[in-house]
């Protein structure tokens, strides 16, 4: 089906608890809908914020609670949970990333469905200072490499990343300045002005000086495929 993938490691938690949370995957549209699960494990009433982004860092306003909106903030009780359903089947594909905020400690994890294909669980991504992954630009067949860095640190985070050939050769090297609790998204021809005009499949490292979070995502005429994170030994 046109939606694969974990888009986690053997290294992620699926009891993850945090206050700054990055699912790397949420699919509606062309058959397809999503759901988001929060659990408060904290002894105190939570405020929560989720708000769904496309790739490119885009509000992507769908239908959320009942509501057509990209963001929804709510109460959460103290050992509650909740489920926020994105129903919308109808049109094209529309696939991009859910950020969960609040003022206490979460865990969550996100739902795909599509009748007649499995189910899809989406962990969170692995917070880390390293990562590196799989890329892919193709214009002839209209594949492109999506990635999203959130920076969960408590400073300003330093990010060095590197476009690694089958060969194992570096290719190209970009420095970017992420602010505190902030996301940048962007294609693989958006990160590297290298790649305007030219296609390419390798890797793609990213070190950073703050604890991050990094989302991929394939996107191809196919449709949507999550790509795994792994950290840098």
Do not use: C
């Not at 700054?20 to 939570?46: C, K, M, W």
């Amino acid at each position: 089906g046109p939606v694969s993938g974990y888009g986690v490691t053997e290294q992620s938690d699926f009891f993850e608890v945090a206050q700054d949370i990055v699912l790397p995957q949420f699919v509606v549209g062309a058959g397809y809908r999503s759901e988001i699960v929060v659990t408060n494990p904290a002894s105190r009433t939570s405020e929560v914020k989720i708000s769904v982004n496309d790739i490119t860092g885009n509000p992507l306003s769908t239908t959320l609670d009942g509501s057509n909106r990209s963001q929804l903030s709510f109460t959460l009780p103290a050992l509650a949970s909740r489920t926020i359903t994105a129903p919308d089947v109808s049109g094209s594909l529309r696939a991009g990333t859910v950020r969960i905020r609040a003022n206490t400690r979460l865990s969550a994890f996100g739902v795909i469905r599509a009748a007649g294909l499995p189910t899809v669980t989406v962990y969170p991504a692995t917070s880390a200072r390293t990562g590196t992954f799989h890329v892919r630009l193709s214009r002839s067949d209209q594949t492109n490499t999506g990635i999203a860095v959130t920076n969960q640190g408590l400073q300003p985070a330093t990010l060095t990343l590197t476009l690694v050939n089958a060969s194992g050769a570096e290719i190209s090297r970009i420095e970017r300045t992420l602010p505190v609790g902030t996301q940048l998204s962007q294609f693989l021809d958006e990160w590297f002005s290298a790649l305007r005009q030219n296609d390419f499949a390798g890797t793609m490292t990213v070190r950073s000086t703050q604890a991050i979070a990094i989302a991929a995502l394939a996107f191809s005429r196919d449709g949507v495929v999550a790509i795994p994170i792994v950290p840098i030994e």
